[in-house]
């Protein structure tokens, strides 16, 4: 019989306490090869990235037209201060340069005009909706990784099956299966000036086998997640292949997810964030506010695909917004709340070097409500077939509840 | 044995110890002699983990001096309390008084040209923090506010208000980072949420109805009658429309219940009874304003009910039939018995509730009486049934070890807290935060929590002052178990389980723990606080 702490909780205290606690870790395999499974690596670029600079249409005249001083320029070979052209429609933008070797390798597929059929322009109505999977519907208590989580085989599961990078389990992760959300790897430890490892195990203790409720069983959880991760040595790794993470939150966090795949301790789900994409006054074009985060980007992107080696044939990475931005720039040289955006899809099991989904145009009569890109990709479509084909949940798993495929599988993954 | 002669029983230990040496044992094997509580003290300390942010050193004496009906009808008026040292201590939070104009006044965002400034990399960090400094920006008035939150928990005599604001803010809740909410909290929680905390529900559901922080958050201040096109601004001729999200949200959470029966048609329907409750000068003074040229004018349907008042009265209607409904009854019920007695709220006990709401009228001291009193919320296997949320827990470790805490460790409390997983005003949903154990209980956030305690009870939090020799009533600290004896008696009243006070004896056994003094001939000297750290890290304590 399996089944998960969060499961059990559900059916009440007393029911609990009658049932024996699974011995969800002791299932582990001692084999590390048999315990790698497939990965998936979610990235949320919270704050509404403009997708229109991360690729930039170059082969659009309104492109040009409606962005007077923020445009980016045409691409021109071997001037590294224009954009990088991708099939000659397209480019990069200048500060993603580091990924050109990722889309002519194939690892990287870009989806151009992907978004929500939901029309909030509000970034938390539209994060939520992003994370629980169910556009308009604010009532879904989980989000759709979580979902996605709880469709794994429960047998091998490992405190570190799911986890967010953060203080603060995201709404996405949440869900039955549980989940892990952690600041930092070598932060994640009992931490005292004095006597650590006594004060450890003073607390483990105190958590000890004997009681079984929620407290307890997460106690022993916690304490078994920190032991694996110590002996695992997951902090102490160092990156690989001399990948060189930028300085900064979401390099740190894709550092230490590369950590936790890298030191086999049962990863199959993770999650990370980044911020400052709101971008409405000064966007900047090749240089400023938004071509420093994007370089940002990129250079973690880069990094955390060359830090894995051989072990990004098990991993997809996955890159996502809650919307793009105006196709016009506004009246501070910056851009508004817009509709569809881009995406990523890096791995090695990713058809890349190609776009997928059609392009809608910018021309006015082209846009959403006369000022967006429109969403030509529902998000729903993307996520779901990156996410059942890369982690092989049954197709039966409701991931996106009250939504039927709209569209023919856009063949992402090989 | 009652508190006052255990009182003396503990002054007295050291002189006995000093002239018995056969003491020691004695005390050991009679901790009950300390640590027991009468079944009065055991309801007083029941009552105080429920209606408190968790019992200080004195407090169980204090409500039996007072009696518990005495006591908590004083907590359900608290104007009568006395409260005068925590509201001194807010004096430094300057943003408390102001108001939303002075707000946006003095702590504005930095201006477009600044911004661009700094962006394109023309102005360095230190030329911006000189032209804008870091206690004008904005973040200055959340930072305020978290500090008086957790000022208040810890050090407020008005108990059961501070509860009551928390249920109440996140019942209503609104997200400090969404747009310019920021500077709207500061009165929100100052003229909407704290005056009716006790009041009546209707009238709290008007407040927050009317207030910029609620229209900001949830787009009613956008909500437009169909078809409208924008006249001036930026967006003129632009075609706006209903925004149903206030509606929606104004159903399933304030009031009815998800399901409390209502349909799309309702939501609808609401949204155009409340299009034109805007904002005036958003970015200036912020001030509720009724503008009768974006108003649906038509008639609406509201579960059943035509709603034919015409122009702001429209939306006035909906809240009063809302505040009426039978269901809003069952939910503001249901969602107290849950804060009060448990995350499974006995069906029974809902329904008095209930049942109390419709007859007084939603009268927020008329349920509370109801839920005090009820055999539901006395029952011994409700004692500790809750698991305290980190806001919660941080407070109650704080007040548990009498710590003395300023203003800046208010801000380490809160900061603690947003750790172990609840940042204060920063709930982005509008169900806010979620007060039930699974949302709370997870491996990086009990671990966070443990961690809190060894900074607490180490003394490295900044701005708390903890005292172990004074919380273990200047036990002879050569007497581990002496020590550990009092240790339990003041964090957890003497109710540790057999399996904590097993294993923080065994850890008496530790030398880490026992320290030997240097010539290894003195006094052992008891890590008091390590052994505070593992009782505020142990399952008990994270229970109320």
Known sequence: MTFTRRALLKSGACALAAMTMPPRFLARVADAAEARGTILVAVFQRGAVDGLSMIVPHGEASYYAARPSIALPRPRRGDATTTVDLDGFFALHPALAPLLPLWESKTLAIVPACGSPDITRSHFDAQDYMESGTPGVKSTPDGWLGRAAGALPAARATPFRSVALGAQLPRILR???????????????????????????????????????????????????????????????????????????????????????????????????????????????EQGQLANRLRDFGAGLAAFI???????????????????????????????????????VLGGSVRGGRLYGRWPGLAPEQRFESRDLAVSTDFRDLFSEITTRQLAVPASTALFPGWTPTHAPLGLLG | ????????????????????????????????????????????????????????????????????????????????????????????????????????????????????????????????????????????????????????????????????????????????????VRWYLTAYERDVIRPHALGRFPDLLRATARHPAMLFY??????????????????????????????????????????????????????????????????????????????????????????????????????????AHPATARFIAGKLVRRFVSDEAPPALVERVAAAYATTGGDIRALLRVIFAAPEFRAPDTAGAKIKKPSEFVASAARAMGAAVDARGALALARGAAEIGEGLYEAAPPTGHPDRAEAWVNPGALLARMNFALSLADGRLPGVRVDVGTLVGGADRGQPNVVLDHLLAALLHGRASEQTRAVLTAQLGLPEITRLTADDRGPANTDVAKLAALVLGSPEFQRR
Request: aromatic share 6%; charged share 25%; with cysteine.
């Open chain 1, 175 to 285: 869900g039955d299966a549980g989940a892990l959300a952690l600041r930092s790897l070598d932060r994640f430890e009992v931490r005292t000036t004095s006597q650590p490892a006594m004060t450890q195990r003073g607390f483990e203790s105190l958590y000890g086998e004997g009681v079984r409720d929620l407290l307890h069983g997460t106690g022993r959880e916690t304490f078994e997640a920190v032991r694996m991760l110590k002996s695992a040595g997951a902090a102490r790794l160092t990156p690989a292949n001399g990948a060189d993470y930028p300085r900064g939150r979401f390099g740190e966090s894709l550092r230490q997810i590369a950590q936790l795949i890298r030191a086999d301790v049962g990863l199959r789900i993770a999650f990370a964030d980044v911020d400052g994409w709101d971008t409405h006054v000064g966007q900047g074009a």
């Open chain 1, 306 to 344: 060359r830090d894995l080696g051989d072990r990004l044939a098990d991993v997809v990475l996955l890159t996502m917004s809650e919307f793009g931005r105006t196709v016009a720039e506004n009246g501070n040289r910056g851009t508004d709340h817009g509709h569809a955006t881009t995406m990523f």
């Open chain 2, 1 to 180: 044995m009652s508190r006052p002669a255990a009182r003396v029983a503990i002054a007295l230990l050291p002189l006995v110890l000093l002239g018995c040496a056969g003491a020691r044992e004695s005390v050991a094997a009679s901790p009950p002699a300390i640590a027991a509580l009468i079944p009065d003290d055991i309801a007083i300390l029941h009552v105080l983990q429920r209606v408190t942010y968790g019992p200080r050193p004195d407090d169980i004496a204090r409500v039996r001096a007072l009696g518990v009906s005495a006591w908590l009808e004083r907590q359900l008026d608290p104007a009568r309390i006395d409260d005068t040292t925590v509201e001194q201590s807010l004096t430094t939070l300057p943003t408390l008084a102001m108001s939303i104009a002075d707000l946006q006044r003095e702590y504005p965002r930095p201006d477009a040209e600044t911004q661009r400034k700094f962006a394109s990399g023309a102005m360095s960090p230190r030329e911006m923090r000189e032209q804008y400094p870091i206690d004008k920006r904005p973040a200055r008035i959340v930072a305020e506010l978290q500090t008086a939150r957790m000022l208040r928990a810890v050090g407020s005599e008005r108990q059961l208000q501070e509860v009551m604001v928390d249920f109440w803010f996140n019942h209503f809740n609104v997200f400090a980072n969404k747009g310019e």
């Open chain 2, 218 to 323: 949830l787009d009613n201040w956008l909500s437009v009658r169909p078809g409208y096109t924008v006249q001036r601004g930026p967006n003129q001729g632009r075609r706006a429309g209903l925004n149903e999200n206030y509606a929606r949200e104004l159903m399933e959470l304030h009031t009815l219940g998800v399901d409390g029966g209502y349909s799309q048609s309702d939501v609808t329907e609401v949204a155009r009874a409340f299009t034109g409750w805007t904002i005036e000068r958003p970015r200036q003074d912020a001030r509720f304003l009724f503008r009768p040229g974006t108003h649906d004018f038509g008639d609406k349907r509201v579960l059943g009910r035509v709603i034919r008042a015409g122009g702001e009265r429209d939306g006035e209607e909906v809240l009063d039939l809302l505040a």
